[in-house]
């Protein structure tokens, strides 16, 4: 006989210390707090709330409600034709199968909410007082802009478990109490509890981090998120980014046979490290085959071209032409040469597709489980905007196959012929070239201050300024700077400094 596995359906809230919400007590508060404008925050949070999905998603579970009432846009479907916040796409911090078997910490779902498009600041108790959580949270709880997501444990409550999440939904000023929208339904309901016994739940030691917990506010960015590129949250390429930032690099600008750009960027692109590029990604609109049809719709439309606007200007710069020199000073002609640059698109479109398939399904299958059969491309319409192209591929995953279109932004084309530095076959995708131009954008100018010639120095800081370009391509830059710098912080679980880099912390 198979040994059955105990169920359960709730737990009892231990009260005190805690008000069940929906008790005469809780709405009492409820009602007080309401007419007091500490209530404001609670309505959006409820309109979109959800239970976690899953035992160890109370962190991806509390962001998604928080990143949904704040009516952030995830720039990409859910299901169907819908783009909305689930647990299922707060997968490029974590792996969700990690998450699912480990939880999560707090510098990840504050990295998570950064990368979702959303201004986050980020408080452990060590850093802050209870003085400074009750200022935040009255804030929050009056406005509708800010929400706070508490990291704590549930020991202080009384409460079975350890580290939860959770979004704070109410403050009652007049008995200093607050309350908290606990995403594990299944086990509690909505409780209030005392701002004190919260702050001392707070005040814990994570021991997968060996860190206090905290508290976060999460607003919506005020500046709009990337539209071309993005720093890959997963890749742990920023550790030897890292290294080389701060041991490598100072070493290399301080070399006396530097006598001109050229030769700075060549020595630069010599030691990068081998999978640098991979740090930075470029971002691509996937869509199911059938859902699109032989053309874009307006929205579609839009978003490519805004995407080949910043393609264009990241060519226009006076970097890339030198890094695209460079890169090919050595090589043949793109039209004389075997089809190498072809091969890359073919497997980078394999790939893309494979991951948007991933995307499309919920991420409930994991990427390598799905295989490519082929790749083609295809000239759709744009709404009477000329002909566009896309990427359509034929995925396979468990016996099932399905058909996934990526839509390809493409820059002007340049001259073709063999002479021509700028080869229009090589300009039709986001090339390691533009990735590279863009990496070398995004460092800190504080990276740079190690040039030992004063007159290059000068030269090369002009070269990889943001002042002079164009504000569409400066935004993506500006904000791939905050990525980069976020990541790090985040990594490090340092998420609560990270929105003030400091000089030593450059790259």
Not at 331 to 338: F, R, T
Request: proline letters at 6%.
């Amino acid at each position: 006989m198979a040994a059955a596995v105990a169920s359960l359906y709730r737990r009892v809230l231990p009260s005190p210390p805690a008000v069940d919400f929906a008790s005469p007590e809780g709405k009492r508060l409820f009602a007080e707090a309401l007419a007091a404008g500490t209530m404001e925050g609670f309505f959006p949070l409820v309109s979109v709330f959800q239970t976690q999905s899953e035992p160890a998603f109370c962190g991806l579970a509390s962001l998604a409600v928080v990143l949904n009432a704040l009516a952030i846009d995830p720039g990409r479907r859910w299901k169907g034709p819908w783009r909305w916040f689930d647990e299922s796409m707060l997968d490029c911090c974590e792996p969700l199968d990690k998450v699912k078997a480990e939880g999560i910490t707090f510098g990840k779902v504050a990295c998570l909410a950064h990368c979702s498009g959303a201004d986050v600041q980020s408080f452990r108790t060590n850093r802050v007082t209870i003085h400074d959580l009750r200022r935040h949270l009255i804030r929050c709880v009056s406005s509708q802009d800010c929400h706070l997501i508490a990291s704590y444990h549930r020991r202080p409550f009384g409460q079975t478990g350890t580290g939860h999440f959770s979004p704070i939904g109410g403050y009652h000023a007049g008995q200093d109490m607050v309350l908290i929208l606990d995403v594990a339904r299944f086990k509690y309901p909505p409780h209030w509890v005392p701002l004190q016994l919260l702050w001392e739940a707070m005040n814990t030691t994570d021991d997968s981090t060996g860190l206090l917990r905290g508290f976060m506010l999460i607003s919506r960015k005020v500046a709009a998120p990337s539209l071309l590129y993005t720093v890959s949250c997963r890749d742990e390429n920023w550790k030897r980014m890292s290294k080389y930032c701060v041991e490598d690099l100072p070493s290399l600008l301080k070399a006396g046979n530097l006598d001109d750009v050229p030769a700075l960027l060549s020595r630069l692109i010599e030691s990068l490290p081998a999978d640098a590029e991979s740090l930075i990604k470029w971002v691509v609109e996937v869509r199911r085959k059938e859902e699109g049809g032989p053309s874009l719709n307006k929205e579609e439309k839009e978003r490519l071209f805004l995407k080949e606007n910043v393609l264009k200007q990241v060519r226009d710069t006076r970097l890339f032409t030198i890094v695209h020199d460079l890169q090919y000073a050595n090589k043949p002609c793109y039209n004389c040469s075997s089809s190498s640059e072809d091969d890359s698109l073919t497997r980078i479109a394999a790939v893309v597709c494979c991951q948007g398939a991933a995307m499309l399904s919920g991420n409930l299958v994991p990427r390598d489980a799905f295989c490519c059969r082929e790749t083609s491309f295809e000239c759709v319409q744009a709404n009477g905007d000329g002909l566009k192209t896309v990427i359509s591929g034929s995925v396979v995953c468990e016996g099932s196959e399905q058909g996934v279109d990526m839509l390809l932004p493409m820059s002007s084309p340049g001259a073709s012929s063999c002479n021509s530095n700028l080869k229009s076959n090589a300009v039709k995708y986001p090339s390691s070239v533009d990735v590279l131009t863009v990496l070398l954008l995004a460092l800190h100018p504080n990276t740079w201050l190690g040039i030992k010639d004063e007159k290059l120095k000068a030269e090369f800081q002009t070269l990889i300024s943001t002042d002079s370009l164009p504000d569409d391509l400066k935004r993506e830059i500006l904000h791939l700077r905050r990525q980069l710098y976020y990541l790090k912080a985040c990594k490090e679980e340092e998420c609560e400094d990270a929105e003030q880099p400091s000089p030593k912390q450059q790259c």
